[in-house]
C-alpha cells in the first residue's frame, strides 16, 4: 500500500535552525537508507517551511508507524511534530469506484 506522510515540525524549543537542518539531514539519510528496500518511494522538503513530504510503500499504517517511530525528527523533536498519514490508491481503483 502506498501512503503519503506530511511532516509538519512546528517551532521547536531551544533548537537554532542549523540544529534542524541537522536533525533533518539525518533523517533524509535514514529514509534513503530505506529506499533500496522499497519502503520510501521518494521525499521532498519544502523550501521556506518546516515540512516535509514522503511517498512510503508499507504492507500496513502500523508498520508506516514504526517506523516513523525510529525517525530522527520524531526522537528529537516527538512532542513539535505533526503527522499526517493518508492512505493513496492508484487511479484505476477510483474509477471502479465511480462504476458503482
Known amino acids: 500500500?502506498?501512503?503519503?506522510?506530511?511532516?509538519?515540525?512546528?517551532?521547536?524549543?531551544?533548537?537554532?535552525?542549523?540544529?534542524?537542518?541537522a536533525i533533518w539531514?539525518?533523517?533524509?539519510?535514514?529514509?534513503?537508507?530505506?529506499?533500496?528496500s522499497g519502503i520510501v518511494i521518494n521525499s521532498w522538503r519544502c523550501i521556506g517551511k518546516?515540512?516535509?513530504?514522503?511517498i512510503v510503500e508499507a504492507p500496513s499504517a502500523d508498520y508506516v508507524e514504526q517506523i516513523l517511530l525510529s525517525l530522527p525528527t520524531i526522537q528529537v523533536h516527538h512532542r513539535?511534530?505533526?503527522?499526517?498519514?493518508?492512505?493513496?490508491?492508484?487511479?484505476d481503483t477510483v474509477r471502479f469506484s465511480l462504476d458503482l
Open 25 to 36: 539531514s539525518a533523517e533524509a539519510d535514514a529514509s534513503l537508507g530505506e529506499a533500496p
Open 80 to 91: 513539535s511534530v505533526q503527522i499526517a498519514l493518508t492512505k493513496l490508491t492508484a487511479g
Open 1 to 21: 500500500m502506498l501512503y503519503r506522510l506530511d511532516f509538519r515540525v512546528d517551532d521547536p524549543s531551544g533548537f537554532s535552525p542549523q540544529d534542524l537542518f
Open 50 to 54: 518546516r515540512r516535509i513530504v514522503a
